[in-house]
């Protein structure tokens, strides 16, 4: 994909009043915008990734995939406060000519759906085909559509929800929690907070998997009392997420996330997901124990053109971005 | 209850060789042992509880209660390594006339187990009427009764099993990595560690309920963007337990949990389980996402003489310590 950045060339209001003097947003695409510019595939990305739709969702999107830039103008923009070239905790703050970091402000997803909006109006798109996204993702998906600004043809939702739930929260509040108790965090410095980001992922990777996967890839067949595989497994998970990301953007992206409800400032959920006039697919995993099936449904139960697709699978939430046979099987009629 | 300890008089060896020069055992009694000796309830303790039961689980055990000291010679024992009495990390090693903190050596459930029978021979028990623990304390209870050295007429084993889980253990190693993650910790002092337990506890409150329960106790009724309920609850639930409990403890504790494997140096799982003669009673919660009510089944189905017993609860692990009408209404015929 080819990698482009959008200066927004004014202050850019958040939801909360407050105010990002400057905001840049990195996107990338793959393909061309027809002249018709009918041929749009947005992607919105989950909390950790980047905007290269091609190297974390590869099998979907790719040259030779269901979604590949030959028929489509495929684009995603990295979202505001992530480690991935948008505005930041690691930008300079033009006010104190430092970076952020604990000061970056509060952001919400309905601030990263009007920062999709100003980069679709830069592109002069006003037209989506189809707009996709999972997780963090599809909470921005979903937002996007209800500013009402870009014509949403087809709209596909992934393990995702309309209101964050407490069970969502809790799991975010521990793993600031975890962040919180490496000190160094405070110090609001490049590369403070590590240990707390390491701790914070491995509570992550339990909301994303299942009991069952783990009894699958993480069992001993030993004697053994201690140095488990399992334990293994946890380190490892959270030291590659330190080694690419940093603990200031990830304690703000999972208050964003505790953030989604659609409903806030709006009519009442079920009202206002009612006026989703999209083609909308909700897909959910059977085992999601973070984005439980059931607010899939409840979403797919309430947009009135929408249709719910449960994938059976052992992964849990992960499975969105893991059972890609299955997602092509539901998705492949878009395409 | 009334307080009391036992000082054993030899080195107490470990399962992996270590040694402890000194052993303490802090435990709690109600009632008399009665001359034919057969009138013993001995109760196991879980994770973070002390010897007191009619503290921690009243309304099964007091005065008055299903269980109470009128009838019955009730007993629990305060583990070691716990914060409650028992020679633990803040205890004073006599090598280094310092506390062990983190040099503490490893506790494996059978050294628990050897605890406990060592305790019943001083006090002249060799016959436990109703020998019962829940999570922690139903896996000391499997290794106590499986060390054939007392005789256990009834077995009660709640939200427990028999080897832990990879799922049990990344939990485990998960809240020791949040611990770490406090550098405070490694300074081995008194009440260091604590933002780090904070935290811990806060991962293994999400263990120990379910999504449902969070949803009916912890939802926000406003449109707020922050500061949600369930993210004060988590900070409450840790910093209740950081006030009674330490983080060497805590750590320590949580690696004996992940040691349970009663095949360890045995015959195969299910001849181990088969060797069981005490009459058993197996109880599950069917929300329980810590120790899933399949691994009660498993254990129900390969003990000879046992009963299994689901109770139908959205709590999930907790329910063994909240469920206390369906408790008594399984375990009345024992008393």
Same mark, same amino acid.
């Given at each position: 994909?080819? =990698?482009?950045?959008?200066?927004?060339?004014?202050?850019?209001?958040?939801?909360?009043? +407050?105010? =990002?003097?400057?905001?840049?947003?990195?996107?990338?695409?793959?393909?061309?915008?027809?002249?018709?510019?009918?041929?749009?595939?947005w992607v919105c990305h989950a909390l950790t990734a980047n905007s290269d739709?091609?190297?974390?969702?590869? $099998?979907?999107?790719?040259?030779?995939?269901?979604?590949?830039?030959?028929?489509?103008?495929?684009?995603?923009?990295?979202?505001?406060?992530?480690?991935?070239?948008?505005t930041n905790p690691l930008s300079i703050n033009p006010k104190t000519n430092t970076p952020y970091f604990s000061d970056f402000p509060t952001v919400t997803i309905k601030d990263m759906?009007?920062?999709?909006?100003?980069?679709?109006?830069?592109?002069?798109?006003?037209?989506?085909?189809?707009?996709?996204? $999972?997780?963090?993702?599809?909470?921005?998906?979903?937002? @996007?559509? &209800?500013?009402?600004?870009?014509?949403?043809e087809n709209l596909v939702l992934l393990a995702t929800n309309a209101v964050h739930s407490p069970w969502g929260i809790a799991f975010n509040e521990t793993q600031r929690l975890a962040i919180e108790a490496d000190e160094s965090f405070y110090a609001n410095k490049e590369n403070r907070g590590q240990n707390g980001l390491i701790a914070a992922r491995t509570i992550a990777m339990?909301?994303?998997?299942?009991?069952?996967?783990?009894?699958?890839?993480? +069992?001993?067949?030993?004697?053994?009392?201690?140095? @488990?595989?399992?334990?293994?497994y946890q380190k490892y998970q959270g030291q590659k997420l330190a080694n690419r990301f940093n603990a200031y953007s990830y304690w703000l992206l999972t208050k964003t996330m505790d953030s989604q409800n659609i409903a806030r400032n709006r009519a009442c959920l079920e009202e206002t997901l009612n006026s989703i006039k999209a083609k909308t697919k909700v897909i959910a995993i059977s085992s999601d124990i973070l984005f439980p099936a059931k607010e899939q449904k409840f979403i797919a139960d309430h947009i009135p053109n929408a249709?719910?697709?449960?994938?059976?699978?052992?992964?849990?939430?992960? $499975? @969105?971005?893991?059972? &890609?046979?299955?997602? +092509?099987?539901?998705?492949?009629?878009?395409?």
């Amino acid at each position: 994909m080819n =990698l482009h950045q959008f200066n927004y060339p004014k202050p850019f209001e958040l939801e909360n009043g +407050k105010t =990002l003097e400057k905001l840049t947003i990195t996107y990338h695409t793959a393909g061309k915008l027809n002249e018709q510019k009918d041929n749009v595939i947005w992607v919105c990305h989950a909390l950790t990734a980047n905007s290269d739709v091609f190297d974390w969702w590869k $099998g979907l999107f790719g040259e030779d995939d269901l979604f590949n830039p030959k028929d489509h103008f495929i684009i995603c923009a990295n979202v505001i406060g992530s480690h991935y070239g948008t505005t930041n905790p690691l930008s300079i703050n033009p006010k104190t000519n430092t970076p952020y970091f604990s000061d970056f402000p509060t952001v919400t997803i309905k601030d990263m759906a009007n920062a999709h909006q100003l980069l679709a109006e830069s592109l002069g798109i006003n037209q989506i085909k189809i707009l996709i996204g $999972g997780s963090l993702g599809g909470q921005q998906a979903l937002e @996007f559509t &209800l500013l009402n600004q870009t014509k949403i043809e087809n709209l596909v939702l992934l393990a995702t929800n309309a209101v964050h739930s407490p069970w969502g929260i809790a799991f975010n509040e521990t793993q600031r929690l975890a962040i919180e108790a490496d000190e160094s965090f405070y110090a609001n410095k490049e590369n403070r907070g590590q240990n707390g980001l390491i701790a914070a992922r491995t509570i992550a990777m339990l909301s994303y998997r299942t009991y069952e996967i783990y009894e699958e890839k993480q +069992k001993d067949l030993n004697n053994v009392y201690e140095s @488990f595989k399992a334990s293994s497994y946890q380190k490892y998970q959270g030291q590659k997420l330190a080694n690419r990301f940093n603990a200031y953007s990830y304690w703000l992206l999972t208050k964003t996330m505790d953030s989604q409800n659609i409903a806030r400032n709006r009519a009442c959920l079920e009202e206002t997901l009612n006026s989703i006039k999209a083609k909308t697919k909700v897909i959910a995993i059977s085992s999601d124990i973070l984005f439980p099936a059931k607010e899939q449904k409840f979403i797919a139960d309430h947009i009135p053109n929408a249709s719910y697709h449960e994938i059976n699978s052992s992964y849990g939430h992960d $499975g @969105f971005l893991v059972e &890609l046979d299955a997602l +092509k099987e539901i998705l492949k009629d878009l395409a």
